[in-house]
C-alpha cells in the first residue's frame, strides 16, 4: 500500500533559523532571570525559586547547546537524541516546580496554585508522552535507512 498523504518537510533553511532563534531565546531567558531584572523582581516568585533556579538554568544552557548542535549537524538521529535530552531535563524542571511551588498568589482573588497544579501536571504527561515520541524516532532513524520525521 502506498501512502497518499504528502509528507510536510521543512527547509534546511527554515530550520536553521528555527535553531538560531531558540538560542537567542534561551540566552534572553537566561540572561533575564539571572542578571536583569531576575527572577526577584517578579512578584509572585517566593525564595524557595532558587530551589529550582540550577535545573532551570540547566534546561536554558543545555537547550542553547543542543540548538547549537543542529546548526551543524541537522541529522535525524542527532534532533532525536538532542530532544531527548531536553525534554528529560524539562521534565526534572516540572517535578521541581511541582515539589517546590516556589508561587505566591495570596495577593489575588483566584487560587492561581491550584491552576497552576493543573498545567504542571498536563505539562509532565505531555513531557511523558513526548520522551516516547522521541526514543521512537531515535530508533527508527538509526535502524531505518533514509528514515526523515
Known sequence: MTDTVPRRTTSPAARKAGFAIAIAVNAVI??????WPGWQSVPFLTPETSQVLG???LSLIVGIIVNAVYLVLDLPPIRALGDLITLGIGLAVLV????????DFQDYSFDWTVLIRAVLIAAMVGTGIGLIVQLVLL????????FAP
Not at 98 to 103: A, D, G, I
Not at 139 to 146: A, D, E, K, L
Open 139 to 146: 530508533i527508527r532513524s538509526i535502524f531505518t535507512p533514509g
Open 30 to 35: 537566561l540572561y533575564l532571570v539571572n542578571a
Open 55 to 57: 535545573i532551570f538554568n
Open 96 to 103: 521541581g516546580l511541582w515539589e517546590v511551588v516556589p508561587f
